[in-house]
């Protein structure tokens, strides 16, 4: 066993506290959320308000520079956005050497991380705020590019080139879904709810992802390493990966014959791994925001492009059943923000390997803001203690020697 106060002795108090549930890694003055009370707000701004009424580049640009911009600074922002969309063209070889099966978010940490090749700039540990800044343009810019084209990639379907006159979301659509063959009209039912999902996965204070940029960044990684980073850490299906989890989920369940009380007995059940994906979040204990206003946008986004879904039943009879039962309620178990989102993604015409991918799309502006307020304010080198346990003062045995 161990002697916790002979190891006091070896390495001092430290603060044991795993999974960070009560330790603050930093200040920021980006996002505020309130779990007790349900309360998201971006530089202030409540979240209902910035998705009912704004748009995702305006929210990216509040994200990043701390203002919602003037109509002078929007324009400004996409010019200089609409002037970086196209990727090397010796980056085309990457997405060709992928399996047309391989995850399209191992793909993506690999190509962003790859920009920094194309950007030698972004290697100067010491940038200039003008370097800075044109490698936070080139990402924002080249992101929508490249998930559009992981999605051509898979399809084996060939890349179709941005059309910068086209605004940052409609610009995608474009990409993700039109034909080099014909020009497919973009539908603005299809804009509008990517935006609304977009600019309420924009940020989100400290959570697995952008403490993984911070921690990344605060070695002085270069801002395309820093994000990779995060998008592994996004991908993890406690995490981001829990949006195409939910679908999975809500599959399985149908082709199983629909039965939620078996599978809600089964998330309960502590012999059982499953859990209830889309359930559950670390910071909020009463309800998350964005869930409530993504429901809305489900039926809404639904009944606009005439879909019926069969899975938004079964996830609607799964929410009011653990609603309603007392494993749920006294552990605090409300749908999140994933709960719904992969519904509105599915109906907008992605498959489900897409879905982490466009969290990441929407995650970017906060990554970014957040990898830049980390520069700003100097922060150390992230560096967590640990509370050894294992064993101390072994003799050394050769090899021969060992049986
Ligand atoms: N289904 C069933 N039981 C659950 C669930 C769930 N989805 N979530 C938590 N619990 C139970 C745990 O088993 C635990 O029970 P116990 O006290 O009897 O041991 C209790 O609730 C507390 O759970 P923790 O895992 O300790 O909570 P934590 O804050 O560490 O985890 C998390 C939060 C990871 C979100 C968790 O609720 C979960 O795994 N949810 C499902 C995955 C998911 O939807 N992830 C997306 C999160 S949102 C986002 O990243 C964008």
């Known amino acids: 066993a161990i002697d916790i106060s002979k190891l006091r002795d070896q390495t001092g108090y430290i603060t044991l506290d795993t999974g960070f549930k009560n ?65 090397h063209e010796d980056m085309k070889k990457f997405f060709d050497a992928f399996p047309h099966n391989a995850h399209p978010m191992g793909q993506l940490c690999s190509l962003v991380s790859s920009l920094s090749a194309f950007s030698p700039e972004s290697l100067n540990p010491s940038p200039s705020k003008s370097d800075t800044n044109l490698a936070v343009i080139k990402l924002l810019a080249k992101m ?4 559009s084209w992981i999605y051509k990639g898979s399809l084996g379907e060939p890349f179709i080139y941005p059309l910068n006159k086209m605004d940052y979301i409609s610009n995608f659509v474009h990409m993700t879904f039109g034909r080099v063959t014909e020009e497919v009209e973009i539908d603005p039912v ?58 999975e989920m809500l599959e399985l369940i149908r082709n199983d014959g629909g039965d939620t009380e078996k599978w809600i007995n089964k998330a309960k059940d502590k012999d059982d791994n499953f859990r ?25 986004v639904l009944e606009k492009l005439g879909i019926n ?62 990898w830049l307020e980390l520069r700003d304010q100097k922060e150390p080198i992230g560096r967590p203690r640990q509370v050894y346990t294992g064993e101390t003062d072994r003799v050394y045995v050769p090899i021969s020697e060992r049986k």
């Open 23 to 87: 330790t603050g890694a930093t200040t920021s003055s980006i996002t505020f959320l309130d779990g007790e009370q349900g309360i998201l707000k971006y530089r202030g701004y409540p979240i209902e308000e910035l998705a009912e009424k704004s748009t995702f580049i305006e929210v990216a640009y509040l994200l990043i520079y701390g203002e919602l911009p003037t109509p002078d600074q929007i324009k400004d922002f996409q010019y200089q956005i609409s002037r970086h969309t196209l990727i």
């Open 144 to 147: 929508p590019t490249i998930v």
């Open 190 to 247: 299809v804009v509008d709810a990517l935006d609304k999902l977009l600019i309420l996965h924009a940020d989100h204070e400290q959570n697995c992802s952008t403490s993984t940029v911070r921690i990344v960044g605060s070695s002085g990684s270069n801002l395309y390493a820093s994000i990779s980073a995060g998008i592994s850490a996004l991908w993890g299906p406690l995490h981001g990966g829990a949006n195409q989890a939910v679908i």
């Open 276 to 300: 209830l994906m889309g359930f559950g979040h670390r910071v909020y204990k009463n309800f998350d925001p964005r869930a409530k206003i993504i429901k809305k946008a489900c039926d809404n």
């Open 309 to 370: 879904d069969p899975v938004l039943e079964i996830a609607k009879k799964l929410e009011d059943a653990a609603l309603h039962d007392p494993y749920f309620v006294e552990r605090k178990l409300y749908p999140n923000v994933d709960f719904y989102s992969g519904i509105i993604y599915r109906a907008l015409g992605f498959p489900t390997e897409m879905f982490t991918v466009l969290f990441a799309l929407g995650r970017l502006p906060g990554w970014i803001a957040q």
